[in-house]
Structures are given as C-alpha cells and as structure tokens.
Nanobody
Framework: QVQLVESGGGLVQPGGSLRLSCATS????????MTWVRQAPGKGLEWVSG????????AYADSVKGRFTVSRDNAKNTLYLQMNSLKPEDTAVYYC???????????WGQGTQVTVSS
C-alpha cells in the first residue's frame, strides 16, 4: 500500500538548518507531484512547497521562498525539504503529501515536528 514516512525534524536554533525527508513506497513515485504542508500550533494547514513529478518545476510559499528548497530523488522514491535560515515562525509539524494543488492530495505522511527556538 501507499506509504509516506517523514523524518529529519527536531529542535534547532533560529538561523539554523534542517533537511526533512519523505520516504515513499507503494506507488510509482516519479509519476506524482509531491507537496510539503505544515501546521503550526493552534493554526490550520499551510502549503509550503510543491514539486513536479520529474522535479523540473517547483513552487514555494512566500513565507519560505529563498530559504527552503524542495527536491526529490526518483531513484530513491524520496522527497526532501532543505530548510535554511529557520525562524521561530517555522515551528510546525511538517507533512509530505502525494499530489499537487491542481489534482489534490490523496495520501499523507504522519508528520515530523520542527521546533525553532533558542
């Protein structure tokens, strides 16, 4: 069955970096756009970034543009989110999801906690 498993979250100081991974299985990874979404404490879901199946097109929320980089390794069926210059307002549970804003999201990972604090 389809599985998405995030990892790489943790506690980091402001200005620091983290790289999130989303290991997938159960489907042909390269056929699908993939998305990162986050949920801050007490807030709703926020779209963060998306990437086309072939990895040739990416998109970012204005709040993370220039600091975050989404990528994928289709040989390893894995999605990544490199997060640099982290801010306290980036604190959230980060989820990867299969799909994009046009087709919708049909599978989600369990999430990984990112906490940015001194």
């Amino acid at each position: 069955q389809v599985q998405l498993v995030e990892s790489g979250g943790g506690l980091v100081q402001p200005g620091g970096s983290l790289r999130l991974s989303c290991a997938t299985s159960g489907f042909t990874f390269s056929y699908y756009g993939m998305t990162w979404v986050r949920q801050a404490p007490g807030k709703g879901l926020e779209w963060v970034s998306g990437i086309h199946g072939a990895g040739s097109r990416t998109a970012y929320a204005d709040s993370v543009k220039g600091r975050f980089t989404v990528s994928r390794d289709n040989a390893k069926n894995t999605l990544y989110l490199q997060m640099n210059s982290l801010k306290p307002e980036d604190t959230a549970v980060y989820y990867c999801a299969r799909g994009d804003s046009m087709d919708g999201y049909d599978y989600w990972g369990q999430g990984t906690q990112v906490t940015v604090s001194s």
